[in-house]
């Protein structure tokens, strides 16, 4: 495989579940990121890993948490979600030119609809 | 934080026409990259173009070209000579430190 995978493309979870998403990156880049998209408003940042260390987390509420075990897979943990947590989830990753600093190109997986009941 | 900014969330164009989407942001940095994203129905988004803040010089790419403007802060991207395949949601970004992207614009070619 190529690119960015991310599984499951489609998931649909109740509020007192734990899911997780996955995200592999077959690029040798060495950041990866979390971002979640809804309707009709700017992608939102969650989460940024360079060199496997997380560089930035947003505020993001603690009912998401990432897990980068290497440079070519990304997880995120869900508990305890809100039916306002539904959307898609995209993974993307880079390879920065130093720690934090993006000067080039995003390559996204299609991401993970939730759905949260 | 910095913010980017797409004021139309829809547009259309004729097939073989030009169409122009904006974008302007804010930030207070003087060396930053924008981005220009395309995200087909199929959901995998896609770089368009990309622009390196201190080159005066516009990015083109075949038939995409943006119109960077510094001073105003702003990034069009130019669709010149439409096609079916192009019809997408397009996203402006800005990077630094992070990407941050705008709401999108919803980009329909009509044959």
């Known amino acids: 495989e190529t690119g960015v995978t991310q599984t499951p493309r489609h998931l649909v979870m109740g509020m007192t579940n734990k899911k997780s998403l996955k995200c592999e990156q077959h690029?040798?880049?060495?950041?990866m990121y979390w971002y979640k998209q809804s309707a009709k408003k700017p992608l939102e940042l969650m989460f940024v890993?360079?060199?496997?260390?997380?560089?930035e987390n947003n505020s993001v509420p603690s009912r998401f948490s990432p897990e980068c075990p290497n440079s070519s897979h990304l997880f995120l943990h869900l508990h305890t979600l809100q039916p306002e947590d539904s959307a898609l989830y995209l993974c993307?990753?880079?390879?920065?030119?130093?720690?934090?600093?993006?000067?080039?190109?995003?390559?996204f997986g299609e991401g993970s609809r939730l759905t949260v009941l | 934080a910095q913010t980017v900014t797409q004021s139309q969330p829809e547009m259309s164009v004729q097939e073989a026409e030009t169409v122009t989407l904006s974008c302007t942001y804010d930030?207070?940095?003087?060396?930053?990259?924008l981005f220009w994203y395309k995200q087909p129905p199929s959901r995998q988004m896609i770089l368009v173009i990309r622009?390196?803040?201190?080159?005066?010089q516009n990015a083109t790419e075949n038939r995409f070209s943006v119109n960077f403007q510094k001073a105003a802060k702003s990034f069009s991207l130019k669709i010149s000579d439409s096609q079916l395949g192009d019809a997408a949601m397009y996203f402006c970004a800005y990077a630094d430190n992070d990407m941050r992207f705008g709401a999108g614009t919803r980009l329909t070619v009509k044959p």
């Open positions: 690029l040798g880049h060495n950041a």
């Open positions: 930030t207070s940095e003087s060396d930053y990259y």
């Open positions: 890993y360079s060199l496997e260390e997380r560089v």
């Open positions: 622009q390196e803040a201190y080159k005066q």
């Open positions: 993307a990753s880079s390879q920065d030119a130093g720690r934090g600093e993006i000067t080039g190109e995003l390559f």
